[in-house]
């Protein structure tokens, strides 16, 4: 069965701090892998990654995807409080499920001041 | 630019009603794809339509239907609710579904089932 798990499941941390969310998956036909953030209902699209050890960067947030240990992090560094967010990864399926995602729990992220 | 419009935004049904749900994809994408959230889940793949016809289905139950109209707009249909259908049901759009170009939700809507 394909599953991503995702950890932490929960998180606190205060404003400057930087945080490392931990994606893995164990999928039968992997195509990429998605973060998204997610603060009250849409999902919004953060990071597509395709191809092991190029990191991908966006401000203060980076992610980088290892397909030999199947697993994926996303950073975030000189966390603000409206980072705080529902964190998600996704697997993208190829093959006879193509394009069908595969989403981990999420990693709810609460910054303090 | 549109994004990704689901309606309506919250909805109350009793179980054993029906509820029809709307979306509207993202102005150039001709997929849609359903999924459901539970409380402090992820959300879980319901289907998938492109040109109208229905292309792949998650583990749901044959209660959960849906359509693709010629506008690439779709509903999603759940009958005899239950309980457990209480949920976040999200709408994602994309072009192309065998290349899954531009991957975008909408805001969802909140059904609960009394």
């Known amino acids: 069965e394909d599953k991503v798990v995702q950890s932490p499941l929960s998180l606190v941390v205060h404003e400057g701090d930087t945080v490392t969310l931990n994606c893995s998956y164990e999928?039968?036909?992997?195509?990429?892998l998605l973060w998204y953030k997610q603060e009250k209902k849409a999902p919004t699209f953060l990071f597509m990654l395709?191809?092991?050890?190029i990191e991908k960067k966006s401000g203060r947030l980076s992610s980088i995807l290892d397909k030999k240990e199947l697993f994926s992090i996303l950073n975030i560094t000189a966390t603000q409080t409206g980072d705080s967010a529902v964190y998600l990864c996704?697997?993208?399926?190829?093959?006879?499920?193509?394009?069908?995602?595969?989403f981990g729990t999420g990693t709810l992220l609460a910054v303090q001041p | 630019d549109a994004g990704v419009t689901q309606s309506p935004t919250h909805l109350i049904k009793t179980r054993g009603q029906q509820v029809t749900l709307r979306c509207s994809p993202k102005?150039?994408?001709?997929?849609v794809s359903w999924y459901q959230q539970a409380l402090g889940q992820g959300p879980q793949f319901i289907f998938q339509?492109?040109?109208?016809?229905?292309?792949q289905r998650g583990n749901f139950p044959d209660r959960f239907s849906g359509h693709q109209f010629p506008n690439y707009s779709s509903e999603l249909n759940v009958n005899a609710l239950l309980l457990g259908d209480s949920a976040l049901y999200l709408c994602?759009?994309?072009?192309?579904?065998?290349?899954?170009?531009?991957?975008?939700f909408g805001s969802g809507t909140r059904l609960t089932v009394v």
């Open positions: 994602a759009s994309s072009l192309n579904w065998w290349r899954g170009i531009g991957y975008t």
């Open positions: 395709t191809s092991s050890g």
């Open positions: 102005s150039g994408h001709d997929t």
């Open positions: 339509y492109y040109e109208e016809e229905e292309r």
């Open positions: 996704a697997v993208v399926l190829g093959g006879g499920a193509t394009n069908k995602l595969i």
């Open positions: 999928v039968t036909n992997f195509r990429s």
